[in-house]
């Protein structure tokens, strides 16, 4: 297995998504690029757009999920096709609760249409986990709902 | 071995027996075959309806039964296909049984153009209704309404779209709920949740969401196809669509606030989707309020589009083209309050249905006049190109089922295995080939809603007739098929 790396689980009516990596952080970025990769096509695109997010969750689980689906509301609202996100800061709080900031880059919908595949209503927590499966290899999964 | 042992009640009908956690016992209308599929799936899959219905059958306060619907296939911790009905003071309220696109839905319109000129100018009818209605990821609707009018479709539902002077009222008769139900609280509904909606009243959406022209092409019941003004070769025009952006947020926004309520008031948590708060805690009572505004909604989006169908019903066919009427619409992703008899006695439950339509048979409370000796009809939307069907609710599935029915044929493949076995452009060939006019937004999605990913909805529709539990009245045949 790569060091790090996405793909997607069958479930029979949605899809289930993996993403792997050394550490959590990896682990979440390829989640969300496995699930980016679900709704378009996003091979070869520049990006033109480039913007933040920040989440937070009471466990690694619940980061994942609140990040997924802040993927999913920030670029429903801002009209983009998000290509990647890459995380630049996840830590445990001193309150006990997980954060995270990303950096993500997009092409606006309206010039990609084309590349459209399916619409992602959310990420569920649905055999949702984030956990190290072996020592340094992290696993992020769950089903989103289409 | 399968994770839950079955047993047979009758051809059409499988019980789990209560045993161990279960509050009540699991149901499943199925036949040999497919209960013989459902238990061979959960040897092997991961994710196992049989066992979601069991999950179900342990929470709190439920009654009855947890049921399943012969469309039954794996969820998010409810069976899709689920129907979980729960005391008001014991029971809980869960997420799982609502889902994502929050009182997805059915309305069928009847259209006064004989079949034959429907037929002699299908492509140009379908070029008009892909032009029309919005549809597609990221389609935006020609209603752009501010923060006080989102707030009005959340309370108002199909009602705001009329007041719009968009159509006449006289299509809310025939709406579920008259198309607005009360109690929906849009100071539940979080500020993102309405930005995202503020476009999208009157867009269909993507995925298995489609506007079909179709004819019926057999009757089996003369007498409640006439109630409902239907005959072979009569013309309608179904519109499959839900709560949009809006609801997916709802659920997106509630899944944590209802996993922390479930630790709170120290509710099992079985499958991680499967998480819930009673339905008289503050939580639980938040959430109603959010899905209440969900389902108005909804209600709201499909009458925008009925007016935009209209439109291009008009726009192809002129004066003819404007005798296009409700003939019923109704949802099968819900939250119900509903009033049912259980052991000789009238009880108020919250029903849950998770791709289950509500099918109320002949004298049930909330029928249009014209139906209530009848029964209420149930729209079944078929797989792409292959049959509908409009059923009728009965008395027995009011005894069984609460009142509920199956809403499609129910997935057999998952989406990866469609994606291996076809692609879009054959697909669309194949419908093309007989005679389907076929107008897509997005191609990509095309092969997995393939007609072969799912169960044989002939055979669906027949276990459900065999329980008793709904009948058919009419088979639909699609002419024209619009997908998001």
């Known amino acids: 297995m790569l060091s790090r790396g996405h793909e997607t689980i069958d479930h029979t009516a949605d899809m289930g998504i993996r993403g792997w990596g050394s550490t959590p ?71 006990g609760t997980w954060a995270l900031d990303a950096a993500i880059e997009g092409v606006p919908l309206d010039e990609v249409r084309e590349r459209l595949r399916i619409e992602v209503k959310a990420a569920t927590y649905c055999g949702a986990s984030v956990r190290e499966q072996d020592p340094g290899v992290w696993v992020a999964r769950c089903v989103v709902d289409l | 071995m399968a994770r839950v042992e079955v047993r047979k009640v009758h051809d059409y009908l499988w019980e789990i027996p209560k045993s161990g956690e279960m509050n009540v016992p699991g149901r499943i209308y199925a036949d040999e075959d497919s209960i013989r599929f459902l238990l061979s799936e959960g040897k092997s899959k991961e994710w196992d309806a049989l066992l979601q219905v069991r999950n179900v059958a342990c929470l709190p306060g439920i009654r009855k039964a947890s049921l399943a619907m012969a469309d039954i296939h794996p969820g998010y911790g409810f069976p899709i296909g689920g129907v979980g009905a729960f005391d008001l003071d014991t029971g809980v309220v869960t997420i799982a049984g609502v889902g994502f696109d929050i009182n997805c839905g059915v309305r069928t319109m009847i259209v006064g153009v004989p079949k034959e000129d429907v037929e002699a100018r299908k492509k140009e009818l379908a070029d008009a209704l892909f032009r029309i209605v919005p549809a597609g990821i990221g389609s935006t609707g020609s209603l752009k309404l501010s923060a006080k009018e989102i707030d ?167 004066a ?62 078929g797989t792409m190109g292959t049959s509908s069907y409009v059923l009728i609710g009965t008395e027995k599935g009011m005894e069984e089922t609460f009142g509920s029915a199956i809403h499609g044929a129910g997935r057999r493949q998952s989406r990866k295995q469609a994606l291996k076995e076809y692609r879009g452009e054959r697909i ?40 008793g539990v709904s009948r058919r009245v009419v088979r639909l045949k699609p002419m024209v098929c619009v997908k998001g």
């Open chain 1, 25 to 95: 952080a990896e682990a979440l970025e390829e989640a969300a690029a496995a699930m980016l990769e679900l709704m378009a096509d996003v091979r070869g695109l520049v990006p033109s757009r480039r913007s933040t997010i920040s989440r937070a969750g009471s466990d690694l689980t619940e980061l994942l999920i609140e990040f997924l689906n802040g993927l999913l509301s920030d670029a429903d609202l801002s009209g983009t096709v998000y290509l990647r996100a890459a995380v630049t800061r996840l830590e445990k709080t001193s309150d």
């Open chain 2, 152 to 318: 009005e479709v959340l309370l108002r539902g199909a009602r705001f779209v009329i007041d719009r002077g968009l159509e006449s009222a006289s299509d809310l008769a025939y709406v579920e709920e008259g198309g607005m139900v009360e109690g929906a609280d849009p100071s539940c509904v979080s500020a993102t949740a309405k930005e995202r909606q503020f476009k999208q009243v009157g867009t269909l959406g993507s995925g298995n969401h489609y506007l079909e022209v179709q004819y019926v092409d057999t009757v089996y019941d003369e007498k409640a196809a006439e109630a409902f003004g239907l005959a072979v070769g009569t013309v309608v025009v179904s519109i499959h669509t839900g709560s949009r952006a809006l609801g997916h947020q709802i659920g997106t926004d509630y899944q944590s606030v209802l996993r922390k309520a479930s630790e709170k008031y120290k509710i099992p948590i079985r499958e991680s989707e499967l998480v819930a708060a009673p339905i008289g805690s503050p939580e639980g009572k938040r959430y109603i309020a959010a899905v209440k505004a969900g389902i108005n909604c909804a209600f709201a989006n499909r009458q925008a589009i009925a007016h935009l169908v209209r439109k291009a019903f008009k726009e192809v066919f002129g």
């Open chain 2, 320 to 381: 003819e083209g404007t005798r296009v009427r409700t003939m019923y619409e109704v949802g099968h992703n819900n939250l119900k309050f509903e009033r049912h008899v259980l052991d000789g006695v009238e009880t108020d439950l919250l029903i849950h249905r998770k791709g289950a339509t509500r099918a109320f048979g002949p004298m049930s409370a909330g029928l249009p006049d014209r139906y209530r000796m009848i029964g209420q009809p149930v729209l079944v939307g």
């Open chain 2, 428 to 467: 669309i060939g194949d419908l093309a080939a007989r005679g389907i006019v076929v107008r897509v937004h997005s191609k990509p999605g095309i092969a997995e809603e393939a007609p072969g990913a799912y169960k044989d909805v002939e055979n669906v529709v027949g276990i459900m007739e065999g329980a």
